[in-house]
């Protein structure tokens, strides 16, 4: 998504420079944390942003402008640079079960993690920061801590109770939020393609869920391990927004950042897990969203580390059916099973779809019955992949 909009004709200037910067600092970011990626994709890189790197260039490259394709360019930039270099400040784990958040501000710098200016317990920030930022990163934060405790007995992203930090205003006209492997990072926006990204739930629990996969399956970000990483946040990201309204798997649209995109642009979200491909569609996003829904499009070219926001569309399309087959909340039974699939310890951190879809139905089966995993055999099966019932190799890149 930042690709096509660095890249798009129609999109303003400044949305362009944006989307270009946020790329480049983005893959900035994750070659400092993690060096090995100068070399080799083997092993996740640290930073995963919610915005897609097609969206951001194609803005940095087409649109009309200027301000706007400086804005996604910075944010390209940024994002590079947010995927290398380790946030400083106080990690160690808290007691077991107490949430331990910091926010802090990088006044518009890329100087992780910046000033402190709300720690666990202090009141709201309020009128001192006009834009509630801090407040709605403390706010995400502590919905998402409370779905992993409460529903799912996870103390925190390691389940060690891992401290919470999160940077608000990071750069200028900022387009992304991500986990970089150790906090929260927040942009802005640009104002013309995006809108701020700290009061979407579904966004923080996303990048923290990244957290969780990182301390659990480790699935590299490439290929179909890469798009899998991607569609557990997209899952667990809309579980805890749906956890949070109190509403069940029938009434709960599926979007996911459905107020990110700024008034004027042809969509409604980043992504529909229920309908993926139809989110979008805006010469200024770089056209359609290019999701599919079925394996039998899958995207298999070498963008977006083989294609891991694109083919996203059809695990997170497999959930959604899963959890309409079994009814109810997503969280009481599909969610634990993903988690339990994610959490087990046989997941290769190159596995690809089948036997991600494999461990599901066996997982289905160990936790509930035989007609649980015929669902979940189902789901799979309505986006072209069948459940052979036991594990299969890992994705050969």
């Known amino acids: 998504m930042l690709a096509g909009i660095a890249q798009s004709t129609s999109a303003q200037q400044i949305s362009r420079d944006c989307a270009q910067s946020t790329l480049d600092h983005t893959d900035e970011i994750r070659v400092q ?8 994709h083997h092993g996740p890189p640290g930073a995963q942003g919610i915005v897609p790197p097609h969206i951001t260039s194609h803005v940095a490259q087409h649109h009309d402008d200027q301000g706007v394709r400086a804005a996604a360019d910075d944010t390209t930039k940024h994002d590079e640079g947010i995927r290398a270099a380790r946030a400083k400040g106080d990690h160690s784990a808290v007691s077991a079960g107490a949430i331990n958040r910091k926010i802090y501000s990088c006044n518009g710098t890329t100087n992780l993690p910046g000033t ?23 706010a995400g934060f502590g919905a998402t801590f409370d779905f992993y405790k409460n529903v799912l ?32 990072i927040f942009g802005d926006g640009d104002g013309v393609i995006f809108n701020g990204f700290t009061d979407e739930l579904d966004v923080i629990g996303h990048e923290l869920t990244h957290g969780v996969t990182q ?7 490439e290929g179909e391990s890469g798009a899998l990483n991607e569609s557990i946040s997209d899952c667990f990201g809309s579980m805890i927004k749906q956890y949070s309204l109190k509403q069940d798997s029938a009434t709960a649209d599926w979007l996911i950042g459905d107020g990110l995109l700024a008034k004027g642009i042809n969509g409604v979200a980043l992504r529909s897990m229920k309908e993926p491909g139809t989110a979008y569609d805006d010469p200024q996003l770089g056209g359609q969203d290019p999701q599919p829904s079925n394996y039998a499009n899958l995207y298999k070219g070498k963008s ?49 779809f089948q036997a991600f879809a494999d461990l599901t139905a066996s997982v289905a089966a160990t936790l509930y019955d035989a007609d649980a995993r015929q669902k979940v055999v189902d789901a799979w099966a309505g986006v072209g992949i069948t459940v052979t019932g036991g594990q299969s190799g890992g994705d050969e890149l």
């Not at 666990?120 to 920030?125: L, V, Y």
């Not at 007995?153 to 060690?160: F, P």
């Not at 977006?304 to 039974?333: E, M, Q, T």
């Open 33 to 40: 944390r993690h060096p090995s990626l100068r070399q080799t």
């Open 116 to 138: 402190l200016i709300r720690a666990e317990g202090q009141k709201p920030i309020g009128t001192r920061d006009a834009s509630q930022d801090p407040d709605e990163c403390y």
């Open 153 to 184: 007995g996870r103390n925190s992203i390691n389940d060690s109770g891992l401290p919470l930090i999160g940077s608000v205003h990071y750069g200028k006209k900022y387009d992304n939020a991500m986990w970089d492997g150790e906090q929260m």
């Open 215 to 221: 301390y659990t399956a480790n699935l590299e970000y």
């Open 304 to 352: 977006d580390n083989g294609g891991v926001h694109i083919n996203s569309g059809i695990p997170n399309k497999a959930f959604y059916l899963a959890c309409i087959g079994l009814g109810g909340n997503s969280w009481d039974r599909c969610g634990k099973i993903w988690y339990q699939t994610l959490t087990s310890g046989k997941l290769s951190t190159r596995a690809n």
